[in-house]
């Protein structure tokens, strides 16, 4: 489980493709180091520490990627070079700085438009109709593993406001127009609609 805040950056060193997917991520070296089993958020994707490097001055991570996050996620379009957003898993007394955050990713939205609204952004997204019911002004989702508050919703698109502090450090900063990005459904939400569902199926 993670709670949306960023801690640092990653960095794609190398990625090999058998199938599924094999990826190093290179990290500062003054963070804490991750152990092999560990669950590290990567751009919003929950995933394992399978290897680990011995180079203390650029040390790195590897992590397995299986065909269903590939086809669900951008990891596909990740390649030597592409900055990750990158969160430890929570330990029990941790700040939940954000908002419950699975690392289960529901699939891709496209970045539709960019404004700057003061000295913050505003970033407009692609809303697929299945997941509109959970989409609502005021409410929490993660976009590439970031916790984020729901600005304004439309029909077919919804936005967020993002301050600079979170332009500055996060992947963010390298996003354009029509790219596409991990998205995470609040998992309250989730739960709520499908109770709600569950109870009036039988209403007509």
């Not at 958020?41 to 990627?65: A, R």
């Not at 990158?86 to 700085?97: N, P």
């Not at 390298?174 to 790219?179: A, Q, R, T, Y």
């Not at 609040?186 to 209403?203: F, G, L, M």
Request: proline fraction near 4%.
């Amino acid at each position: 489980m993670f709670t949306g805040i960023v801690t640092h950056l990653g960095t794609v060193q190398q990625v090999d493709k058998n199938g599924e997917l094999s990826i190093c991520i290179t990290y500062d070296p003054a963070i804490n180091p991750p152990i092999i089993g560990d669950s590290i958020c990567c751009e919003g994707i929950c995933l394992t520490v399978v290897d680990l490097g011995t180079n203390k001055s650029i040390p790195w991570f590897k992590i397995q990627v299986s065909k269903e996050t590939i086809a669900k996620t951008t990891v596909g379009d990740w390649s030597k070079g592409t900055n990750l957003n990158l969160e430890r898993s929570l330990c029990v007394g941790d700040e939940l700085g954000g908002h419950i955050v699975l690392g289960h990713v529901d699939g891709t939205v496209k970045i539709l438009g960019m404004k700057t609204i003061g000295e913050s952004k505003q970033i407009i997204f692609t809303l697929p109709s299945k997941f509109a019911s959970l989409i609502v002004p005021k409410g929490s989702l993660a976009i590439n593993g970031v916790s984020l508050t729901i600005n304004e919703v439309e029909d077919d698109r919804f936005s967020v406001n993002l301050i600079p502090h979170t332009l500055e450090v996060t992947s963010f900063k390298e996003l354009k127009i029509g790219d596409e990005v991990n998205m995470e459904i609040d998992p309250i939400a989730r739960y709520v609609e499908k109770i709600v569902a569950q109870r009036y199926s039988h209403v007509t």
